[in-house]
């Protein structure tokens, strides 16, 4: 999810305060203190004191009051790169996969339509990228939160089509012919049996368990459907931008919060 600006302060102030010209001279001016306060002002002590605190607490004034945007852009190009990871890691053979889904019997229509969703949420992907640099400068804080928030939930979706295809996987593999057979079979018997009974109570079960992964892949699928308009939304408020200094608008800033809201529903829907 793309930082609030709240959080992005928090970013900055984290990440600035575990940089080395932060910790270490700062660590050097606190030994220096504490030697001060144990043998007196010698001035190998205080030189150490002021020295270390004074380049450790410039460091850190400089970075949060200065340059803010420098760091938090720096946090992004960092984050970009671990999910661009994940991203070519993930299609490598996520489309294999869904296209095979495609061709479960009993689950083709859902299979049809995730393979569908596969292409439609790569281009609009592609499609953000594209406006975003037609927009912002590529060094531009903006331009790194949105292009961050959007990968977030495109690599969101990937997610739902993995756990879709997992899901028609299991429910696939359970043949409804198989369990009209085995119901018509023993309602035909002049008695039944216990073990007949259990059969049909176990074969009962199985058919609920299908229909249960079945929903799940609906609402996956769903899911999947209202990103990819969030997408579209996105794209069209991007293109809207204006003026030789991009300025984002309220209903980009709008469209970008539904994008990181809807990354994080994925993670609940797909676990």
Do not use: W
């Not at 001060?36 to 205080?46: E, H, Q, R, S, Y």
């Not at 939160?145 to 939930?153: H, L, M, P, S």
């Not at 198989?178 to 035909?188: G, I, K, L, Q, S």
């Amino acid at each position: 999810m793309a930082e609030k600006p709240g959080n992005i302060k928090r970013v900055v102030l984290s990440r600035t305060l575990q940089h080395p010209m932060t910790l270490y001279p700062t660590a050097i001016g606190v030994l220096g203190a504490v030697g001060i306060g144990l043998f007196g002002p010698v001035t190998v002590a205080v030189a150490a004191a002021v020295a270390g605190l004074g380049v450790g607490l410039g460091h850190l004034a400089t970075q949060v009051l200065m340059r803010p945007d420098s760091v938090a852009a720096q946090h992004f190009r960092e984050l970009h790169e671990q999910l661009s990871a994940k991203r070519a890691e993930m299609l490598a053979d996520l489309e294999a996969r869904v296209k095979k889904g495609a061709e479960f019997e009993g689950c083709r229509g859902y299979g049809d339509q995730a393979f569908k969703q596969l292409d439609m949420v790569q281009k609009r992907f592609e499609t953000m990228q594209t406006l975003l640099a037609s927009k912002f400068e590529p060094t531009e804080l903006t331009y790194s939160r949105y292009f961050v928030a959007g990968e977030q939930a495109f690599l969101a979706v990937l997610d739902t089509l993995d756990s879709i295809v997992s899901r028609m996987h299991s429910a696939c593999a359970i043949d409804p012919k198989y369990y009209d057979e085995r119901v018509n079979a023993t309602r035909r018997q002049k008695a039944v049996a216990p073990a007949d009974e259990e059969e049909l109570r176990t074969l009962k079960e199985r058919m609920a368990l299908r229909s249960s992964q079945l929903d799940a892949v609906n609402t996956l699928l769903t899911f999947n459907e209202n990103a990819i308009t969030e997408f579209d939304r996105v794209n069209a408020a991007i293109a809207a931008v204006k003026g030789a200094k991009a300025q984002t608008s309220v209903d980009l800033d709008s469209a970008m919060r539904e994008l990181e809201t809807l990354a994080q529903r994925a993670q609940k829907l797909s676990g």
